[in-house]
């Protein structure tokens, strides 16, 4: 009897030790849509919080009500805001707005401490592309010539291109001139920032509010002043701004790396912000990791293990 007790003892103690270098081997994957996928390296973890898949067919019932809902009321608003910017009658965007979304949350850890980070995907389609391209050239051609100096502050695609595809995107991306900012331009960026935030968040949030009617217009008034005065509040620093192309496994991209603070009524919570922008054939993938600042560097070396990412000159 002592003999068994002794043997499946070992055996227990053998399986944990099976169970617990495999969890330590093997890399998480986290989908980031339109067919991408990325691995964790061995020590990181990855618990997936929410998702829509951008393939229908992955999709239940329920999630392409959702998808759908969304795509409706985005498309809606969008419509709403961009004809309220000019004078000139605009096309109207047809087609989805987003193809679908992952949030994960992300658990490493090193001699540092623990470290965790928030890993969200945006699948944005090919049509909304294509919309934001159509509604450009009807400004430019068209439009007063407030309605042109306004599109045209806003460097538009619609003068170097006339549909989105992937090689299009990449050829532009690898073109692009990276930009680093700190100290004192970065201070100076950060204060035009400030002062016109407030305004575009007040306008934006408004306008979804007021197209809501499902809710009184007395209800939708006290929404707009609570958000309009919680906006006031708030105030965006940063001590580190930059973006440039790269190559990555998944092919050309930008990459954005901003290292802040979120500030609010005097509190203040320092985050740091990296994001890649990949073209691939159905529309854009872009993806933000969001986390603690101290956690910067952390994050940043797991990033260039999932993307393999190198600098491109750019700027050609």
Known sequence: MK????????LACATCLTVGMGAVACADTVDMGYGLQGNTSASVKAVKLADIPSDPGMRTAEQNKLIRQANDNARAQVNALMQNQYSVQLPQLEGNVVDGYSI??????DAKGHHTAYYMTIDYSKSIIDGAIAIEKTVLEKGSDADKI????????SKEISMYSKATA??????VKGESL?????????TEFN?????????SFSQAVLADKKMKDSEKQKLINWITFGIKQMKVDATHMAYEPVQTRY????KGDLRGSLGYDGFKSPFSLIGYAVPTDKGVSVQFLLSEDSSHDY???ELNHIYQTQSLKGGK
């Not at 994960?104 to 850890?109: F, H, K, S």
């Not at 990449?170 to 073109?175: D, P, R, V």
Request: proline share 4%; net charge positive.
């Open 299 to 301: 994050w940043a070396n």
């Open 182 to 190: 700190d100290g004192k331009k970065l201070a100076k960026k950060m």
């Open 150 to 157: 306004k599109a045209n502050s806003k460097h538009p695609l």
């Open 3 to 10: 003999a068994l007790k002794k043997k499946l003892i070992t």
């Open 170 to 175: 990449e050829n532009k991306l690898q073109s």
């Open 251 to 254: 092919g050309t991209a930008v």
């Open 195 to 203: 002062a016109k935030l407030p305004e575009q968040l007040i306008q």
């Open 104 to 109: 994960y949350q992300l658990q490493g850890a």
